[in-house]
């Protein structure tokens, strides 16, 4: 790939500072970047590697105002991570992948449309239905009765259990697992525990991107449900019957126990424990490592386990830091009060 | 599947108000159950759905007084929970497999009995042992010397170590990795670090079920032990020379480390930590997102970071919370104190 | 395997005391071995089973002092931990595997070099290459263009996606996924998001160790990279742009934010989160499930959520305990002061 400074700035709509023949072959961080390279400004916490990266040309915001004299060439725009994202599709190389292999499973009943990719090693069991366009590597496993939409891409290694159904442009990376049973045990005697069997499905609705080692448990009955748009890191554990609402973010290794409701466009750090039954309204955000235990209005912004107001969390962990200085500061008082006392009574 | 409320009374020893002909036809959840549909009512958070609810019957606790007129016919039982769970058994429709496909891998030394199913891409090592009636899904590797029991379900996308032991009816879901080398190693010189062998195994005992990509280590030496009717939910890190007690059930996203011995009938919440080689009693339970850092006795119920008693961490969160108004309250008193000192040397 | 205590005390450099031609045929743990195996004494919580152990022979520390009578073998050396270690390698006996298997698929551009095993169902794409000595178990996928080196040791069901380098001597368990896409999303209109595409890729240097179920994703530009003799267990989290010091350990369940840089020779816990585009530096130990919101310098020990340093912790999660009698404590003081008040008005 290569580009032109002038063809790149048309592409986001930047105004160039420097030369606008300068040509582009790669793209790098701004502290490792190499001559060729395109690179980018957005979190103030690498601005000391403007004045040094040897990048050739930088995109900035438009506001930005360097302290020193900058060598390289700039490139402004309104949004320089949403504009280096925009670039990043041009230099983006993902082996093409097309066909059903002959080393593929495919069961006779299944219904496979054209353009698709299943790869050495796929099973793909009864009634399968894969829609246009839909990638799916190697090692992957589709239970019978699964429904898969169009333009996929499921990676390898990929576990997706009986009658799931995957709406388009959904994403799934390796080592995912959907539609395993919801951990559901009714006690037989105070003792030993016996299964209540999962009869419901997973439903994963357009736009959905879910990242590695990820598990989303099918409901008991009826549909653990996540809409539109929402993505899922690493390590997320969705349990039976959960509902993530539209275009929820959702970082790294956080749990959501059963029946859990979660609202529209909330941001959710990572390592957080959602407990059972609870409903978190829309545009929430959770800290990381919190533990919620209480239903969550629209809006709140919370922290800590279990989860408090951020502004209160912040403030009781510096106290929390030195509640010994508290403690000590409260022997002092007493002292004092005792001696008071003891004048008192002279 | 299709059966009238008389008969699903009968199953579940319950006493039916409304029309016992009602053809059920299949189970939902209160909230979204159809016309047709079974549901239950065991969460009071879910009592408001009975009055709206689309279902054809509801099964309620026995001692359940509604607040309001109730429509929906009602089947009561002693416990409303395990009674669903026994008719979820009959609306139970997964996949039947059998055979051992043309696509497996199957070591001429192993061992195989009959009524097995074993899909396609399964690898089956050197002199493994897999008992009647155990059904092995795609993709699912199975090391040198395994033995596996009778009528154990072993969903896609497993790999089980060489030299583990399974009993009989367990279930393990995909992505689990049973017997993986535990993290041992030994400073070489202050620096680097030397690897242990793991020369041990895992043994996993009958009536077990483990959850999604959940990691069983091997043992250094000797063995790490899942105990009979164990429970293990997604994401669960069981480390080397673990010993998990009978019936035990653990949720999800907790780990264990090395050589730690749990006890019987415990309940340990999700996300849990338990530090290295203690020892926790028998009917212990530990409140999610806990650090257990110290020898726990039996009976003992615990939670936080070190875990304490349930009872001073509840107290202790809340005072947590607003320790800044602790703090404010200290300062009046301080200043209190000065003042009253002050008058005193007048 | 068979050897006399002689033997086994010249290869790691002790002392017995005992019968030099006692024949050891296992190795096992001293709670638990039997007649003819060799054990070791390293954690002082084990002391007890000394006296009563059935093993043949126990490795012991130089200074170990015995406070009752001792009936079995010892072998006295400077580490019975780096000991015990020595002599598992010469009990350690997994499978040999070796060759190609022709149920593997490999593409014809991929180089293999010889001594390799490459077992059934492994998948290996376009341009990769593979060095002497290496072996990759069934289920295993290897995406275009990964390079990987010498004598590795690749467990079943692991994904390594496109442009992954690995080096030699490296360990990866099964269920493990390199080069999975980084969470990187734009804000499209506030509401929605833009997949950032990720066209970086993942580099693991020699002599590194990496449990199962574990995901490293690849960098958005640039490389996420794990230095030599880093030592992962199962679970953990590598996001994308993340660099791992040499010789770093890191427990299980661990998860690294973007773009965070961990020094040489650190030691982090188990369940911990750390926050991203942080620095920590080298020799640096975190507690266990603690949370790291700032940069980390040098030979720091840290605990907790936000971490602090590790005395201050301790200190303060007693006082947490007890904070209700603190609370308690001031409501006397405050009761006290008022009477005091009243006594000076009257």
């Given at each position: ?32 970047a ?35 004299d900058?060598?390289?060439a ?6 320089s ?8 599709q041009y230099?983006h190389?993902?082996p ?47 239970g ?106 959702i ?25 059972g ?30 989860a ?12 929390f830091?030195n ?21 008192k009574?002279?």
């Open positions: 790939m290569k580009m032109t400074l002038e063809e790149i700035a048309k592409i986001i709509d930047g105004e160039i500072e420097g030369e606008r023949g300068t040509v582009i072959r790669g793209i790098g961080k701004i502290e490792t190499k001559e060729g390279d395109l690179t980018f400004l957005a979190n103030p916490v690498y601005t000391k590697y403007l004045y040094t990266t040897k990048a050739s040309a930088v995109i900035v915001n438009k506001d930005f105002r360097p302290e020193k900058v060598k390289v700039l490139v402004r725009v309104d949004d991570y949403r504009a280096i994202s925009k670039i990043l230099f190389k993902e093409e992948k097309t066909g059903i292999d002959s080393w593929a499973f495919v069961h006779p009943t299944a219904k496979i449309a054209g353009d698709v990719y299943i790869g050495p090693f796929v099973y793909v069991g009864e009634n399968v239905e894969i829609g246009k366009g839909t990638k799916i590597y190697p090692h992957t496993y589709i019978d009765n699964v429904k898969i939409g169009k333009d996929n891409l499921i990676y390898a290694n990929v576990s997706i259990y009986h009658d799931t159904r995957i709406g388009n442009n959904v994403t799934i990376h390796s080592g995912t697992v959907i539609g395993s049973d919801g951990f559901g045990f009714a006690p037989n005697n105070g003792k030993s525990f016996k299964k209540v069997p999962q009869i419901g499905n997973v439903i994963i609705e357009d736009n959905v991107e879910i990242g590695s080692n990820t598990s989303i448990d099918r409901a008991t009955m009826g549909s653990t449900i996540i809409r539109r748009g929402v993505k899922l890191d690493n390590f997320i554990q969705v349990a039976h019957n959960v509902e993530i609402g539209e275009n929820t973010v970082a790294s290794k956080t749990g959501i126990s059963g029946s859990v409701k979660i609202g529209k466009n909330c941001m959710i750090g990572g390592q957080v424990g959602i407990a039954h609870l409903k978190i309204g829309d545009n929430v955000k959770v800290g990381a490592q919190s533990g919620i235990t209480k239903n969550v209005k629209d809006g709140e912004i919370l922290i800590g386990t279990p408090i107001p951020a502004q209160n969390f912040r403030k009781s962990a510096i106290l830091k509640l010994e200085d508290l403690y000590e500061e409260i022997k002092r008082l007493k002292a004092e009060i005792a001696q008071l006392k003891s004048l009574n002279e």
